[in-house]
């Protein structure tokens, strides 16, 4: 469960440690998006073969490493993306997509229990996984989707 606690660190921390400088408030949100999803991105080359455990057996064996590997690609670059503020909306609503699109993956993981990333601890996990996604999803849609207010 310290996995949890390290993205909303990541994505917190981030929005209240550069307000001081005067950065604004949409591009100090971004860069909590972009710390999150850098570690999360960074984490899909470091452990990847431990990562291909959670994606369900349906998937053949053979796909299941390139998909961990062009996730972190994407992940990568959108954490990039979100910060460039022409590009900010389409990364932010391409993560929001992502983020609906591996719940399943993360759901089905603590059910069979996969020993990865709290996976392990089984359905009780997703009391925590499944509400840190939805936190993930509006933070990257209001500071990254919506239209800025004027």
């Not at 994505?11 to 850098?38: D, N």
Request: hydrophobic share 60%; proline share 7%.
């Amino acid at each position: 469960m310290g996995n949890v606690m390290l993205i909303l660190v990541l994505l917190v921390a981030p929005f209240f440690g550069v307000a001081a400088f005067g950065v604004p408030e949409p591009l100090r949100g971004r860069i909590g998006i972009t710390c999150v999803f850098l570690c999360t991105g960074l984490a899909h080359f470091a452990q990847g073969k431990s990562m291909t455990a959670m994606i369900p057996p349906r998937i053949a064996a053979r796909w299941r490493l390139p998909i961990i590997y062009l996730s972190g690609a994407f992940e990568l670059a959108a954490a990039c993306a979100v910060l460039v503020d022409s590009w900010a909306r389409a990364a932010g609503i391409l993560l929001c997509l992502f983020l609906i699109l591996v719940l399943p993956a993360n759901i089905d993981s603590a059910i069979r229990r996969v020993p990865f990333g709290g996976h392990g601890a089984g359905p009780r996990y997703l009391v925590v996984r499944v509400p840190l996604q939805i936190v993930l999803i509006v933070w990257t849609y209001w500071f990254a989707v919506r239209p800025a207010v004027a």
